[in-house]
């Protein structure tokens, strides 16, 4: 259990954040052990194999532990600093971003300056800190911090980069459903829906988490909350910096990596096979974008059946 504390001054402070590191960091650790994220295993199943390739996991998966001292699980420094949960993530992985949604090269920039100090204390409650490429990193700090950056760099083109607008467009609805619930809820509704694992009461953020051992924060000077996918099913959290870090589970997970659905033929001919394919896609709250997405229609031929699907009383805003 992690407690933070959120009197009113550090709640006013509260802001959302999309990160590209939190879904790196994330990603590795359902790579490490894809079993336990299983609505994610469409994504496995496609990336492994070009990581593999690139050097930049190894071949076969790994224990879902940390590596041992004898770095026997291979991979790159990334895969070696990231083991599968609950166990401890380095915090200098997942620094606090910076705005609403930094890109890439922002937050790279933010962990090359990580100050030396810092990457040596994560490194030193690591388990994995054995391994070669990790205690490279914690004798030179800025050169493996460069290292790091530029695996990052890979790994993103790799895995995430395809599919980016995607996971950015359920991040983006997740962000606005929270901050409708912020503004008729307030404080207390929004945190208390975040996750199974978090209750805010008496000032007081307590998030239930297995195995972690961080260390409490009694007076919080706000919170960053971070919607992500492939944090799921679990949290995390960072105390660590100038404001406490909460990576929750996004909305609408399920439906990130389905096929698209085929409209039949006898719905295609009642309602024009353009208004039929959109009403297929809508098994749940869905952006126009995204819908042209799925579809290949227009953004604006979307609008345009939306419209007539919602005067016919079929969808609804």
Same mark, same amino acid.
């Given at each position: 259990?992690?407690?933070?504390?959120?009197?009113?001054?550090?709640?006013?402070?509260?802001?959302?954040?999309?990160?590209?590191?939190?879904?790196?960091?994330?990603?590795?650790?359902?790579?490490?052990?894809?079993?336990?994220?299983?609505?994610?295993?469409?994504?496995?199943?496609?990336?492994?194999?070009?990581?593999?390739?690139?050097?930049?996991?190894?071949?076969?998966?790994?224990?879902?532990?940390?590596?041992?001292?004898?770095?026997?699980?291979? /991979?790159?420094? #990334?895969?070696?600093?990231?083991?599968?949960? =609950?166990?401890? &993530?380095?915090?200098?992985?997942? @620094? %606090? *971003? +910076?705005?609403?949604?930094?890109?890439?090269?922002?937050?790279?920039?933010?962990?090359?300056?990580?100050?030396?100090?810092?990457?040596?204390?994560?490194?030193?409650?690591?388990?994995?800190?054995?391994?070669?490429?990790?205690?490279?990193?914690?004798?030179?700090?800025?050169?493996?911090?460069?290292?790091?950056?530029?695996?990052?760099?890979?790994?993103?083109?790799?895995?995430?980069?395809?599919?980016?607008?995607?996971?950015?467009?359920?991040?983006?609805?997740?962000?606005?459903?929270?901050?409708?619930?912020?503004?008729?809820?307030?404080?207390?509704?929004?945190?208390?829906?975040?996750?199974?694992?978090?209750?805010?009461?008496?000032?007081?953020?307590?998030?239930?988490?297995?195995?972690?051992?961080?260390?409490?924060?009694?007076?919080?000077? /706000?919170?960053? #909350?971070?919607?992500?996918?492939?944090?799921? =099913?679990?949290? &995390?959290?960072?105390?660590?910096? @100038? %404001? *406490? +870090?909460?990576?929750?589970?996004?909305?609408?997970?399920?439906?990130?990596?389905?096929?698209?659905?085929?409209?039949?033929?006898?719905?295609?001919?009642?309602?024009?096979?353009?208004?039929?394919?959109?009403?297929?896609?809508?098994?749940?709250?869905?952006?126009?974008?995204?819908?042209?997405?799925?579809?290949?229609?227009?953004?604006?031929?979307?609008?345009?059946?939306?419209?007539?699907?919602?005067?016919?009383?079929?969808?609804?805003?």
């Amino acid at each position: 259990m992690v407690s933070i504390g959120l009197p009113g001054g550090a709640v006013a402070r509260i802001r959302f954040a999309v990160s590209c590191l939190w879904e790196v960091a994330t990603s590795v650790r359902v790579l490490r052990d894809a079993g336990d994220h299983a609505v994610h295993l469409p994504w496995v199943t496609r990336v492994r194999p070009r990581l593999v390739d690139a050097g930049l996991i190894p071949a076969g998966g790994a224990s879902p532990g940390p590596v041992d001292s004898a770095g026997a699980a291979g /991979g790159g420094l #990334l895969w070696q600093l990231i083991p599968a949960g =609950p166990h401890y &993530l380095p915090d200098f992985l997942t @620094p %606090a *971003p +910076q705005g609403l949604n930094p890109d890439l090269d922002t937050e790279l920039a933010t962990l090359r300056a990580t100050p030396v100090e810092a990457v040596r204390a994560d490194l030193d409650g690591y388990a994995g800190r054995g391994a070669p490429a990790v205690r490279h990193l914690h004798a030179d700090p800025a050169d493996g911090l460069r290292r790091l950056a530029d695996e990052i760099v890979r790994y993103w083109r790799i895995a995430l980069a395809p599919d980016w607008a995607r996971i950015r467009l359920l991040l983006d609805a997740e962000v606005h459903h929270r901050a409708r619930r912020l503004a008729a809820d307030g404080a207390a509704g929004l945190l208390n829906d975040l996750h199974r694992q978090v209750r805010w009461e008496g000032e007081t953020l307590a998030i239930a988490q297995q195995h972690c051992t961080a260390a409490d924060v009694p007076d919080g000077d /706000g919170l960053v #909350l971070i919607p992500s996918v492939f944090v799921w =099913p679990s949290v &995390l959290s960072v105390a660590a910096g @100038p %404001a *406490p +870090q909460l990576a929750y589970p996004a909305r609408g997970i399920a439906t990130l990596w389905e096929t698209p659905r085929q409209a039949s033929d006898s719905l295609a001919a009642v309602l024009g096979r353009g208004r039929a394919r959109v009403l297929a896609e809508m098994r749940s709250p869905v952006s126009t974008t995204e819908l042209a997405r799925r579809t290949g229609l227009s953004a604006g031929g979307v609008s345009q059946h939306l419209a007539v699907l919602r005067a016919a009383g079929l969808v609804a805003t």
